[in-house]
């Protein structure tokens, strides 16, 4: 119980720290748009589209929250669980393009580099690093940056978008004392490459979740050890681990026992079991309990090949 209430209580404080943080972004944001395409500065603009995909991540960040508190029904399952991690590949593609879009106009900037103003270049990067630094203190404070993927996106996102305004603030340096004009361009690439890595990242980590892969806090040999070395435990086969969503890890698989086992000793040996397993990141265990001639067919772990090994490891007990 205790759990769950910790959860809760993160969760409503994620969403707001994602609330805050969007209206903030999404504000600034228009801003930075349009001062880039007042004083011609593309480090502005492209700071600006780092900064869309931002408030695009923040947004989808807190539609998945409160997507994600409509419950379960017979369509789906898992809830709207899974929505955030949809919305993290939508948002780490969207990142990609517009990280595309600046190294193209870099290119053309670098060949004939325009007239920049660069006192408002200053004016309007120098807000605009006070603006991230804020909102990234919200979302440190507010929110657990460490295990929710979105969460984690828009954190990185607002990083990234604090060295955007650095590099900003530096071309527009460069451009008021020495007149160096492609140094405009030169801070958008250096962002551009930024938002490509991150879109990289995200899109990554989400098609990991889409795909069940196995997630990355947890150990799957360790997890066997954990279940092996419960008393009773013949051997195991069809083991999967999965996230639902990130955050949320699930596990599934069938474990052999002896068939003289009563339904008391076999309840404990699943609690012990579950209890086991919630110290490695995963809460939502089922597991299949099943005597030594059970049919099965062969999966991962199908140890019937070597089932001497067992047999003798059996008789220490």
Same mark, same amino acid.
């Given at each position: 119980?205790?759990?769950?209430?910790?959860? #809760?209580?993160?969760?409503?404080?994620?969403?707001?720290?994602?609330?805050?943080?969007?209206?903030?972004?999404?504000?600034?944001?228009?801003?930075?748009?349009?001062?880039?395409?007042?004083?011609?500065?593309?480090?502005?603009?492209?700071?600006?589209?780092?900064?869309?995909?931002?408030?695009?991540?923040?947004?989808?960040?807190?539609?998945?929250?409160?997507?994600?508190?409509?419950?379960?029904?017979? %369509?789906?399952?898992?809830?709207?669980?899974?929505?955030?991690?949809?919305?993290?590949?939508?948002? =780490?593609?969207?990142?990609?393009?517009i %990280?595309?879009f600046?190294?193209?106009?870099?290119? @053309?900037?670098?060949?004939?580099?325009?007239e920049?103003?660069?006192t408002?270049?200053?004016?309007?990067?120098?807000?605009?690093?006070?603006?991230?630094?804020?909102?990234?203190?919200?979302?440190?404070?507010?929110?657990?940056? $460490?295990?929710?993927?979105?969460?984690?996106a828009?954190?990185?996102h607002?990083?990234?978008?604090?060295?955007?305004?650095?590099?900003?603030?530096?071309?527009?340096?460069?451009?008021?004392?020495? =007149?160096?004009?492609?140094?405009?361009?030169?801070?958008?690439?250096?962002?551009?490459?930024?938002?490509?890595?991150?879109?990289?990242?995200?899109?990554?980590?989400?098609?990991?979740?889409?795909? $069940?892969?196995?997630?990355?806090?947890?150990?799957?040999?360790?997890?066997?050890?954990?279940?092996?070395?419960?008393?009773?435990?013949?051997?195991?086969?069809?083991?999967?681990?999965?996230?639902?969503?990130?955050?949320?890890?699930?596990?599934?698989?069938?474990?052999?026992?002896?068939?003289?086992?009563?339904?008391?000793?076999?309840?404990?040996?699943?609690?012990?079991?579950? #209890?086991?397993?919630?110290?490695?990141?995963?809460?939502?265990?089922?597991?299949?309990? $099943?005597?030594?001639?059970?049919?099965? =067919?062969?999966?991962?772990?199908?140890? #019937?090949?070597?089932?001497? @090994?067992?047999?003798?490891? #059996?008789?220490?007990?």
């Amino acid at each position: 119980m205790g759990h769950d209430h910790h959860h #809760h209580y993160a969760h409503s404080n994620n969403k707001n720290a994602l609330r805050i943080s969007f209206f903030i972004i999404s504000a600034y944001m228009i801003i930075e748009a349009v001062g880039g395409f007042l004083t011609n500065s593309l480090a502005l603009l492209s700071d600006a589209g780092h900064m869309l995909s931002d408030s695009i991540s923040l947004g989808v960040g807190l539609l998945a929250f409160t997507l994600g508190e409509k419950t379960a029904d017979y %369509s789906k399952t898992y809830g709207y669980k899974r929505f955030e991690i949809l919305a993290a590949v939508f948002n =780490g593609v969207t990142l990609i393009i517009i %990280s595309l879009f600046i190294f193209y106009e870099a290119i @053309q900037r670098f060949l004939n580099p325009p007239e920049v103003a660069s006192t408002g270049m200053l004016t309007i990067a120098i807000i605009g690093l006070l603006v991230n630094i804020l909102v990234a203190w919200i979302l440190m404070r507010g929110g657990d940056t $460490e295990d929710n993927l979105n969460l984690r996106a828009a954190f990185l996102h607002v990083i990234g978008d604090m060295l955007g305004s650095i590099g900003a603030i530096t071309a527009a340096l460069l451009i008021m004392f020495f =007149g160096w004009g492609w140094a405009d361009p030169l801070a958008s690439v250096i962002v551009a490459a930024l938002v490509l890595v991150s879109g990289w990242r995200v899109s990554k980590d989400a098609l990991q979740v889409l795909m $069940e892969g196995t997630p990355k806090n947890v150990e799957i040999k360790q997890v066997i050890g954990t279940i092996k070395k419960v008393e009773g435990v013949i051997s195991l086969h069809d083991l999967h681990v999965w996230s639902i969503t990130s955050g949320l890890n699930a596990l599934s698989c069938h474990v052999v026992v002896d068939h003289d086992m009563s339904i008391e000793e076999s309840q404990s040996l699943l609690r012990t079991i579950e #209890h086991d397993l919630q110290h490695q990141s995963i809460g939502h265990v089922t597991i299949q309990l $099943e005597s030594e001639d059970h049919p099965h =067919g062969d999966s991962l772990l199908c140890e #019937h090949d070597y089932s001497p @090994q067992i047999h003798a490891h #059996h008789h220490h007990h």
